[in-house]
């Protein structure tokens, strides 16, 4: 995929465009690879509902994957680090700070290593 992208902060004239190229999906070749393993994935999105993200993460769960950490940009600042934790059984967790998230991540972690 080849996409021009108009620059944002060069000097007049400097730069006429960029050419970007997306990169394999990393969690998909390591899925191919190693089927059973369990992942943790991390999905980030910008500018989407919150029912969407759920949607994507729900999807991500049906694809084999067994835990899902997504969240929005929107929901990030110094304050604040709003997720959702997703897993077969569907939200399991809406951790709020970067504490909570790691705190709620582990504990989920545990739950599924003890089954």
Do not use: N, W, Y
């Given at each position: 995929?080849?996409?021009?992208?108009?620059?944002?902060?060069?000097?007049?004239?400097?730069l006429k465009?960029?050419?970007?190229?997306?990169?394999?999906?990393?969690?998909?070749a390591v899925r191919d690879v190693m089927p059973g393993m369990f992942m943790v994935t991390f999905k980030y999105e910008d500018n989407i509902t919150m029912?969407?993200?759920?949607?994507?993460?729900?999807?991500r769960i049906k694809e084999g994957y067994q835990m899902v950490v997504a969240n929005r940009r929107e929901d990030i600042s110094s304050e604040?680090?709003?997720?959702?934790?997703?897993?077969?059984?569907?939200?399991?967790?809406?951790p709020t700070t970067k504490t909570e998230n790691a705190q709620m991540i582990l504990?989920?972690?545990?739950?599924?290593?003890?089954?």
């Open positions: 995929m080849k996409e021009t992208i108009p620059p944002l902060c060069f000097s007049q004239g400097a465009s960029i050419q970007v190229k997306q990169t394999p999906k990393v969690i998909k029912e969407k993200l759920e949607s994507i993460a729900k999807k604040k680090h709003h997720s959702i934790i997703v897993d077969e059984t569907g939200i399991i967790a809406r504990g989920a972690l545990e739950k599924k290593v003890k089954h």
